[in-house]
């Protein structure tokens, strides 16, 4: 897809929030609450960020990036170089982080940025008149992107929780919020790794289909042990895995075609069929009983636990 950068705003401090509309001036593909879109930026950076505008709207695409949460140069470039007018090739959105629209009550826990699919969310579920709350933790007022147009929409259906740390006040406790919530309510996590694992811990004892979570970062570092062979079982080929390269990198390097995106095992891009041998899991894609099934994995991020890995590529 090829977006035009509209506008740009500052939503907080070190937050700014770009508007795109479609190249042909037509309307956009739809997309469900929680869903994100990549942009590809240059030197073959691929980001994802969330959308955050009502998935109601077809005239534009709405996504937020702040500036201190990429260490990788992608926020950066966001927050330096494009100005209204900029050309952006970009993917259909996708939805791995979706609502559940038909639940009672929709507890939403967000960190800093993670507060941008939920704004998304609670656009669609007040449209829907569902229940939702949200407890959002951010460093200060200032840097609490959306607090105030949330706040604005919180009255009959839904509530605001907003913990800012830096003016001494407590981070919300994750393990009553989930311990108190109501049965049928689903719960959604969207932060800083710390979060998110608390989150999960606090999550461990629901059902899964009840338990949401997205993250922006890798919760694991890639495997770099090497010391493994892969086939690639269409075109019979062998390599050797040595220490210190990803088996991304040693596919990369043999000029395999290869579709990746994140390289850190969080978008699903890089998804490949598993025929034979044990893969040594790192991504946060996967659920574990994907990852026991070991049909599929990461090759961005994952590595090996057999001799030998048998790929379908
Ligand atoms: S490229 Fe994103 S999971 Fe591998």
């Not at 407590?170 to 694992?197: N, S």
């Not at 890798?218 to 990803?246: C, F, H, I, K, M």
Request: charged share 20%.
């Amino acid at each position: 897809m090829r977006l035009i950068l509209q506008q740009l705003r500052r939503e907080a401090e070190g937050i700014v929030s770009y508007e795109f509309v479609a190249a042909d001036g037509g309307l956009l593909p739809p997309f469900t609450a929680g869903a994100h879109i990549d942009l590809q930026l240059p030197g073959g950076l691929v980001r994802s960020y969330s959308l955050a505008n009502a998935p109601s709207e077809r005239h534009r695409y709405v996504v937020a990036v702040d500036h201190a949460s990429d260490s990788r140069g992608g926020s950066a470039w966001m927050h330096t170089v494009p100005r209204p007018g900029h050309v952006f090739d970009a993917s259909a959105p996708i939805n791995d982080f979706a609502l559940y629209e038909d639940a009672p009550l929709s507890i939403f826990i967000a960190g800093g940025i993670g507060i941008t699919p939920f704004v998304a969310m609670v656009a669609r579920l007040q449209a829907l008149g569902r229940s939702w709350q949200l407890h959002y933790t951010a460093r200060s007022r200032q840097r609490a992107a959306y607090a105030q147009a949330l706040n604005a929409l919180a009255h009959e259906n839904g509530t605001v929780d907003l913990r800012c740390t830096a003016d001494g006040m407590a981070r919300p406790d994750i393990a009553a919020i989930v311990r108190e919530a109501p049965a049928g309510a689903h719960l959604y996590c969207c932060g800083p790794g710390g979060m998110l694992d608390a989150f999960t811990a606090a999550c461990a004892g629901l059902p899964p289909q009840r338990v949401h979570l997205e993250r922006f970062a890798a919760s694991q570092e890639a495997a770099t042990e090497g010391g493994y062979e892969v086939q690639l079982a269409r075109s019979g080929r062998t390599l050797q895995v040595e220490p210190g390269r990803t088996l991304l990198d040693t596919l990369l390097d043999a000029g395999v075609q290869i579709q990746y995106a994140c390289s850190q095992g969080i978008c699903g891009t890089c998804c490949t069929p598993v025929i034979e041998g044990r893969p040594d899991h790192r991504d946060d894609y996967l659920t574990d009983e994907e990852k026991s099934a070991n049909r599929a994995m990461m090759v961005c991020c994952s590595g090996s636990l057999s001799a030998r890995l048998v790929l379908d590529l």
